[in-house]
T-cell receptor, first 114, second 111 residues
Framework: NAGVTQTPKFQVLKTGQSMTLQCAQDMNHEYMSWYRQDPGMGLRLIHYSVGAGITDQGEVPNGYNVSRSTTEDFPLRLLSAAPSQTSVYFC?????????????FGNGTRLTVT | SQQGEEDPQALSIQEGENATMNCSYKTSINNLQWYRQNSGRGLVHLILIRSNEREKHSGRLRVTLDTSKKSSSLLITASRAADTASYFCATHGFGNEKLTFGTGTRLTIIP
């Protein structure tokens, strides 16, 4: 049982480049989300989805796009990378229905923008 | 803005001692959760306590919740070296699925 899988694990981009962070889960979870983690700031929610075809913004959505075409996948796109997007990115999923279901996290993507 | 703030930011104790971490939050919650993060890894869920509960136990973990003070505490008893990690509280509000995390407590267990 793989759980939540994130790829790549590490990535270096130059300012202005674009890329997609991949996230896939095999637990048939309806809810998926993206967080970024920066030193001293905990985790901040970027975007989330409560099911295929439905996405919404979190606390820090600027500079990021998401889509949810399937239950399993929730990619995060950086359209034009900036140094301020240097961070560790975590994808997480849960099965709502039971209020406040625990999140299952991937192991993260460490992104550096130069 | 962060919903939860953990205190202390860092804690070092001897193996075998108990570790207590506190979390304060700002708005009404449906439930509060605690997570552990080992270095370089994703977060792992530890325990969930609902707004109508005051205390919950899971193995060596004890969580309390005081909704009147908007605060929670996590107690780890008989600490082990493997407990070295960062611990985060996260709050779940009403009417949505979003989970808002605090800034974390870095716990170091000295063998």
């Amino acid at each position: 049982n793989a759980g939540v899988t994130q790829t790549p694990k590490f990535q270096v981009l130059k300012t202005g480049q674009s890329m997609t962070l991949q996230c896939a889960q095999d637990m048939n979870h309806e809810y998926m989300s993206w967080y970024r983690q920066d030193p001293g700031m905990g985790l901040r929610l970027i975007h989330y989805s409560v099911g295929a075809g439905i996405t919404d913004q979190g606390e820090v959505p600027n500079g990021y796009n998401v889509s949810r075409s399937t239950t399993e996948d929730f990619p995060l796109r950086l359209l034009s990378a900036a140094p301020s997007q240097t961070s560790v990115y975590f994808c997480a999923s849960s099965s709502p229905g039971t209020s406040g279901s625990p999140l299952h996290f991937g192991n993260g993507t460490r992104l550096t923008v130069t | 803005s962060q919903q939860g703030e953990e205190d202390p930011q860092a804690l070092s104790i001897q193996e075998g001692e108990n570790a207590t971490m506190n979390c304060s939050y700002k708005t009404s919650i449906n439930n509060l959760q605690w997570y552990r993060q080992n270095s370089g890894r994703g977060l792992v869920h530890l325990i969930l306590i609902r707004s109508n509960e005051r205390e919950k136990h899971s193995g060596r973990l004890r969580v309390t919740l005081d909704t009147s003070k908007k605060s929670s505490s996590l107690l780890i008893t008989a600490s082990r070296a493997a407990d070295t990690a960062s611990y985060f509280c996260a709050t779940h509000g009403f009417g949505n699925e979003k989970l808002t995390f605090g800034t974390g407590t870095r716990l170091t267990i000295i063998p």
